[in-house]
């Protein structure tokens, strides 16, 4: 008889005259019930007891129904594992949108990638068949019901740049774990400055750009981000040197800086390549401001929204295509402001946050749902601040950090993959404002 395919017994070429009994039992031409060939076909899987731990290692040849309702779980797969070695894993409770499972492949490879690679499932009522290759590829899923895309990849965030409670420019940058972790300050790399923005690029990577200096000019600049966080020198600077300048990335591998002010207020546009190569000025659409933000939406699209147009602050919009192109003006939603910040959340939907409405500071929230359009205020969560930065982690989850309360401050504000915004984390890093964020790996 031949094997399963996905979790479907294949009858055909099995040289079995199939038919069905009287109880729609599926017969051999002996009479006798499939059943137990179908659990041979499954590689004999043994199920073992629900599983409700926040760690566990599996074992091949076994099943595991795991709850994830109190915590989230974090399974071990097999050091060594042989050809056709199985596992199953499914969501007892269907909480694993909520609390996911994470697979450490122990050494081993997973759909090809290395161990560094942290893979979360995080579908309710999900389960995962996953079945031992070789060493090249590794453990393979043959099925993962209830999704069609593969398990999410876990990013790490980084925040940097900005000017420190001695009002002095800033090259220090602090990394976000996986889990919205802040870690301390790493030494400066390129030049430090001030109200510049950062986007990801080519899938993994990140960039920093543009700025100023404190008392000084306006840069043009870029300092790239690798997948493992780490920054990169200079690169000369192309396009027009600005400040107080927005970014986000677009068609799923590229990104784009917009706006800023140049001694003037512009509506300019960079582009930036798959491989961190950023263009030179496309011609402004939209009204030229500074102090906007940016991030990604949908799949592969993108907004800037908000920010002052050297008379007022507004909370107009510019939706960007998966080509990069930018849309004329959107009626703004919410409360106007500048200085704020944004990013994705829920793997297709965005959040801005926080910033200066004029002469005060706000904590309020916009969603932005997975077709671009900006939802009413959400109150408050977290300190009130301006120029602050904010960035992916995780799998769908977000973090604004850092900015300036009255003076340069450290905290930051998780966001949950429902675009839930936490209360205050206190600070680790060096307190900065004017800073920027990105995620990488």
């Given amino acids: 008889m031949s094997g399963i395919v996905g979790s479907k017994l294949n009858i055909r070429g099995s040289g079995l005259a199939a038919k069905l009994g009287t109880d729609g039992q599926v017969l051999t031409s002996a009479g006798v019930g499939v059943q137990a060939a179908f659990e041979d076909l499954a590689g004999g899987i043994s199920w073992q007891a629900v599983e409700t731990g926040s760690t566990m290692t599996a074992v091949a040849g076994e099943g595991y129904w795991i709850d994830t309702t109190s915590n989230a779980c974090t399974i071990t797969l097999p050091g060594s594992a042989s050809l056709g070695d199985t596992i199953i894993f499914a969501d007892y409770a269907r909480n694993w949108g909520t609390n996911a499972i994470t697979i450490d492949s122990n050494g081993l490879n ?8 942290v893979v979360e499932y995080t579908t309710d009522g999900q389960s995962v068949n996953i079945v031992y290759s070789d060493a090249t590829q590794g453990w393979i ?3 993962d019901d209830d999704v069609t895309d593969a398990p999410a990849v876990l990013v790490e965030g980084i925040v940097g740049f900005g000017l420190n409670a001695s009002t002095a420019d800033v090259g ?11 870690a301390t300050d790493t030494a400066a790399v390129g030049t430090a400055r001030d109200g510049l923005a950062a986007c990801e690029f080519g899938g993994d990577k990140g960039i920093f750009g543009f700025g100023r200096l404190i008392g000084g000019a306006n840069q043009n600049v870029t300092n790239l981000v690798s997948n493992a966080g780490v920054v990169a020198t200079d690169t000369t600077g192309v396009g027009t040197a600005r400040r107080l300048i927005a970014a986000c990335s677009y068609g799923t591998d590229k990104g784009i800086f917009g706006f800023g002010h140049t001694g003037s207020y512009s509506g300019v546009t960079n582009l930036v390549s798959n491989v961190g190569v950023v263009a030179t000025d496309v011609s402004a659409v939209g009204t030229a401001r500074a102090d906007c933000a940016g991030c990604e939406y949908g799949t592969d699209t993108a907004i800037f929204a908000y920010g002052h147009d050297g008379s007022s602050y507004v909370s107009l919009s510019n939706l960007v295509n998966n080509s990069g192109v ?9 409360t106007v402001r500048g200085y704020l910040a944004a990013c994705a959340y829920g793997d297709d939907k965005g959040i ?9 500071l706000t904590a309020v929230t916009n969603l932005v749902t997975n077709v671009g359009v900006i939802g009413t205020d ?12 904010a960035c992916e ?7 604004f950090a850092l900015g300036n309360d009255g003076s340069p401050t450290g905290v930051s504000n998780l966001v949950s993959n429902v675009g839930v915004v936490a209360s205050d984390t206190a600070a680790v890093a060096t307190a900065k404002k004017e800073t920027a964020g990105c995620s990488f790996g």
Avoid: C, E, H, W
Wanted: zero cysteines; charged letters at 10%; proline letters at 3%.
């Fill in 393 to 399: 982690y995780g799998a769908g989850k977000g973090i």
């Fill in 326 to 334: 930018v849309a004329t003006d959107v009626t703004g939603v919410g």
């Fill in 141 to 143: 899923p043959i099925s």
């Fill in 172 to 182: 220090l940058t602090n990394l976000i774990s996986n889990t919205g972790v802040v």
């Fill in 378 to 389: 959400v109150t408050g969560v977290g300190t009130a601040r301006m120029g602050l930065a």
């Fill in 110 to 117: 997973y759909q090809g990638d290395a161990d560094t690679s």
């Fill in 352 to 360: 801005f946050g926080f910033g200066d409405p004029g002469g005060s």
